[in-house]
């Protein structure tokens, strides 16, 4: 079965602090992945994506997340973090060939200390 | 646009009790996509509705069933509910067709506690 893995569940940062979070996933076939976020109180939210191309793909907010085949991850990143990026991530893939849900990882709690 | 509206935000059931959720779909989107989200869990994929027809199900029992509507809203249904089914049910619209990527819009949640 397909499966997501998130590395941390719980960050603390400062701000201007950088940022990565770590995501890999199970599937060998080809893949679209996600990350989403919830801000406290709001819904989820995507952040970027990626389906083909530039493994390198940008998001809002200044995030940016690049996908390593050989590594099945995709790692979220950050230069440097603002209080308001306090907030959950979430990593999901989506494996074209097995239909059209979206697994989720566990999602990543990011606090950020001003 | 308006984005994914569900309905209740917040509802309380007894075991055994039935329950349905019901979700308006962003304006421009013709599949909907139910989630689980129990808690301190990411979103586990229940479902998903494309032209009024299940298109890809989850790990989840018969229970559990949905419906989509000409005007591309859903409900989701819940018979004999169990304490587990405690969760935050995420319904999730998108504009792909059967096939093909999805950029899933969700919407705030029904928040379903199962005493």
């Known amino acids: 079965a397909q499966s997501v893995s998130q590395h941390n569940h719980h960050v603390i940062l400062s701000e201007a602090a950088s940022l990565e979070l770590g995501c890999n996933y199970s599937y060998g076939g080809t893949v679209n992945l996600f990350w989403y976020v919830q801000y406290p109180g709001q819904h989820l939210q995507l952040l970027l994506k990626?389906?083909?191309?530039?493994?390198l793909v940008k998001g809002i907010k200044g995030f940016e997340a690049e996908f390593i085949k050989s590594k099945f991850s995709f790692n979220l990143r950050k230069p440097s973090v603002q209080w308001s990026d306090t907030a959950e991530y979430f990593c999901?893939?989506?494996?074209?060939?097995?239909?059209?849900?979206?697994?989720f990882g566990a999602g990543t709690i990011l606090r950020v200390k001003s | 646009e308006t984005g994914v509206t569900q309905s209740p935000t917040h509802l309380i059931k007894t075991r055994g009790q039935q329950v349905t959720l019901r979700c308006s779909s962003q304006?421009?989107?013709?599949?909907v996509s139910w989630y689980q989200q129990a808690l301190g869990q990411g979103p586990q994929f229940i479902f998903q509705?494309?032209?009024?027809?299940?298109?890809g199900r989850g790990n989840f029992p018969p229970r559990f069933s949905g419906l989509q509507f000409p005007n591309y809203s859903s409900e989701l249904n819940v018979n004999a509910l169990e304490l587990d089914d405690s969760a935050l049910y995420l319904c999730?619209?998108?504009?792909?067709?059967?096939?093909?990527?999805?950029?899933?819009?969700f919407g705030a949640g029904s928040r379903l506690t199962v005493l």
């Open positions: 509705y494309y032209r009024e027809e299940e298109n």
């Open positions: 999901a893939v989506n494996a074209l060939l097995r239909g059209n849900k979206l697994v």
């Open positions: 990626y389906f083909s191309g530039d493994p």
């Open positions: 999730a619209s998108s504009s792909q067709g059967a096939s093909g990527a999805n950029v899933l819009t």
């Open positions: 304006s421009g989107h013709n599949t």
